[in-house]
């Protein structure tokens, strides 16, 4: 299929297309620590979100802490929880402009990387009605998880040299892991890139739009699509600079107005959100999931490139109710 004209056209299916991999943990009964560390039961797991609803598209899961620990970084595991980045790989202060130098780029195989290829791969043979499209991070939003957020923020002001440095190395392997997907027969990718938008509109065009349409140019044709995701508060000043990323699609959180978000980006820019996954997903109702879904589709009604989505990635302990009363809402307008 030709994956580009598949995201055009998605607007006018009607259907969702929510960032919902992770509380299939609930439907398989497997733990997180499980589908984040076993190929075969995290393609289970997105094989029976696709059976249970009749979403636009597939997603594996969006586990942002898998780039970071193939660069060496440690990262935290529970049973409950998706993994998380402890402390910092990396400083400019202690280990200065050699240390980004001398920073390895990792290959597909290190850490768990072949681990999420291979799952990918498997969701998307048990998956044939829809395409499949796997989670990668950002190459700001994985240099700030190499060196911290706080400091990935102020190097942007007071280490560009340095900063810029760990952006090639991220960008690099990131082409590489995302043409990894690619050759498995995945149909895209969505990037999430929610750091660059806690920057200003300046340094969003300085540290991420150039790195990230890198990434995209590396990868995206008509048989692979890119999905921009950005939750950050500030992206509503960046609409001008995200437009020329060349995404297929643009996909933003519920920080932000999504309507404003409509109305800033290209009329022909499919744009997706930004159901609360924290406000709704877990701590909703059915009612309240459904009067959510009814007033943003009632707002959005004069822009026929929406997509109904979660604002974000949705997490492991959502509530099935609310989740299933997303998708009601959606079909039943």
Same mark, same amino acid.
């Given at each position: 299929m030709n994956v580009l004209e598949w995201v055009k056209a998605l607007p006018g299916s009607k259907k969702a297309l929510p960032l919902l991999s992770f509380p299939s943990v609930s439907l398989t009964k497997e733990s997180v620590y499980t589908v984040t560390h076993d190929a075969v039961k995290q393609a289970q797991g997105v094989k029976a979100i696709a059976d249970a609803l009749p979403l636009a598209a597939a997603v594996t899961m969006m586990d942002l802490s898998v780039e970071a620990e193939a660069f060496? &970084?440690?990262?935290?595991?529970?049973?409950? =929880? +998706?993994?998380?980045?402890?402390? %910092?790989?990396?400083? &400019? %202060?202690?280990?200065?402009? %050699?240390?980004?130098?001398?920073?390895?780029?990792?290959?597909?195989?290190?850490?768990?990387?072949?681990?999420?290829?291979?799952?990918?791969?498997?969701?998307? @043979?048990?998956?044939?009605?829809? /395409?499949?499209?796997?989670?990668?991070?950002? /190459?700001? @939003?994985?240099?700030?998880?190499?060196?911290?957020?706080?400091?990935?923020?102020? #190097? !942007?002001?007071? %280490?560009?040299?340095?900063?810029? =440095? +760990?952006?090639?190395?991220?960008?690099?392997?990131?082409?590489?892991?995302?043409?990894?997907?690619? =050759? +498995?027969?995945?149909?895209?990718?969505?990037?999430?890139?929610?750091?660059?938008?806690?920057?200003? /509109?300046?340094?969003?065009?300085?540290? @991420?739009?150039?790195?990230?349409k890198e990434i995209?140019?590396?990868?995206?044709?008509?048989?692979?699509?890119?999905?921009?995701?950005? !939750?950050?508060? #500030?992206?509503?000043?960046?609409?001008? @600079?995200?437009?020329k990323n060349g995404a297929a699609a643009y996909h933003f959180g519920d920080a932000v107005d999504l309507v404003t978000m409509l109305e800033r980006m290209p009329k022909d820019a499919v744009v997706m959100g930004n159901i609360s996954p924290s406000e709704q997903f877990v701590s909703g109702t059915p009612e309240s999931m459904k009067a959510s879904v009814e007033t943003l589709l009632s707002r959005a009604a004069d822009y026929d490139n929406f997509v109904l989505s979660s604002g974000c990635d949705i997490p492991p302990h959502a509530k099935w109710e609310n989740i299933r009363a997303f998708v009601e809402a959606r079909n039943n307008i």
């Open positions: 060496g &970084a440690e990262i935290a595991t529970s049973d409950d =929880e +998706v993994p998380t980045v402890l402390g %910092e790989l990396l400083s &400019a %202060e202690v280990d200065g402009i %050699e240390g980004a130098m001398a920073l390895r780029v990792p290959v597909v195989g290190d850490g768990r990387t072949a681990l999420y290829v291979e799952a990918a791969r498997l969701a998307k @043979s048990m998956v044939t009605d829809r /395409p499949t499209f796997a989670g990668i991070i950002g /190459p700001y @939003s994985l240099a700030g998880r190499l060196m911290g957020v706080t400091e990935a923020l102020m #190097n !942007c002001l007071c %280490e560009e040299e340095f900063t810029h =440095e +760990v952006l090639r190395k991220t960008t690099d392997f990131l082409k590489v892991y995302a043409k990894a997907y690619k =050759e +498995v027969g995945l149909d895209g990718i969505v990037m999430a890139e929610p750091l660059a938008g806690l920057l200003s /509109p300046d340094l969003e065009e300085t540290f @991420s739009a150039p790195y990230v995209i140019d590396a990868v995206q044709d008509d048989t692979f699509a890119v999905i921009y995701h950005n !939750c950050g508060p #500030n992206i509503a000043d960046m609409t001008e @600079s995200l437009a």
